[in-house]
Structures are given as C-alpha cells and as structure tokens.
C-alpha cells in the first residue's frame, strides 16, 4: 500500500460496518481493548463508540488516539485545534504522541524531521511529510503527517 494513502486507508477501516469486522485478520475486541489500556495511562479520556478512537480535550485542542484496522493494524495520534488564536505546529504533535502514545515514537518522528529525508507533498490546504519505512526502526513501516489548518496527525501501521 503507498505511504500516502495509508490515512485514508484507517479511516475506511475504522468506519467499517458490522458486517466487515467478521472477515477481520485483527481480533476486534482485543484490539479495543489494547486502545483502552493505552488510553487509561492518561486519565480523562473518553471513548469514541464506533471509532476506535479515545479522545482528551484541553481549553485549546482535543487530542485523538486510534487504533484498529481489519487486514493492517493502524494508528493515528490527531491533534485538533479548537481555538483560532492557537497555531498547530509539529511540536504540538511531537508532544502529544510523546504523552497519549509513546515517547519513543516521538523521539522518532523529531529526528525524522530534523533528518530533512521526509517526503513532502501538498494537496490543496493539507501538507503531508511521509517516510520510509527505513526512517526509524520505531516505525519499521514508515509513518505519515498530515497537517492541514486546523489540524495535525501522525499516522502509521502496526506490525
């Protein structure tokens, strides 16, 4: 699967019906609750029904944290800003990955970036910085960016 299609790819698996979890590779359940023992390290989440996603808000962004997938395991950390006078940066993501998922994989993504080996692309507002899967062994996959004006994730696939 290309790199950049990969976000798209968890949403798709993540929005999927009753009727597609059956043919799954992943053991759903599981899985959600894998999500749920990563989400209790940080008290104050709240779990997204149908979403395998939890959720913190703080008074300028909510930070999103999914997992799931039927043939690839997928992850996503999406930071939200939800006040205008708030710029998103990388670092706000950094942080975020570092404290709701793993400190390691942030240590990751900040010398990927420092690299300057990111492959950039632009679709309309959307920036995406994507590696390869030879960027960080904490990402045998690679991983990918994607930042648009109001928002900023980090996304990448599970072995």
Known sequence: MKLGAFPVAV???????PASVQA???????VASELER???RNPGY????????VEWKTPTYK???????????????????TSASVPLTTEQLIAAVARYRSADRASAVRAALASGKLV?????????LE???FASPAFPLGFT??????EIALSWQEL
């Open 63 to 81: 930070v999103r944290l999914s997992l799931g997938g039927c043939e690839d395991l997928g992850a996503e950390v999406r930071v939200v800003r």
């Open 46 to 53: 709240r779990a997204l029904p149908g979403e395998s996603a």
């Open 145 to 150: 960016i994607e930042q648009g004006p109001d």
């Open 120 to 128: 950039r692309s632009v679709d309309g507002t959307t920036t995406y």
């Open 11 to 17: 949403l798709i698996a993540f929005a999927a019906g």
């Open 38 to 40: 990563i989400a209790r």
């Open 131 to 133: 590696a390869s899967e």
């Open 24 to 30: 799954c590779t992943f053991d759903q359940k599981g």
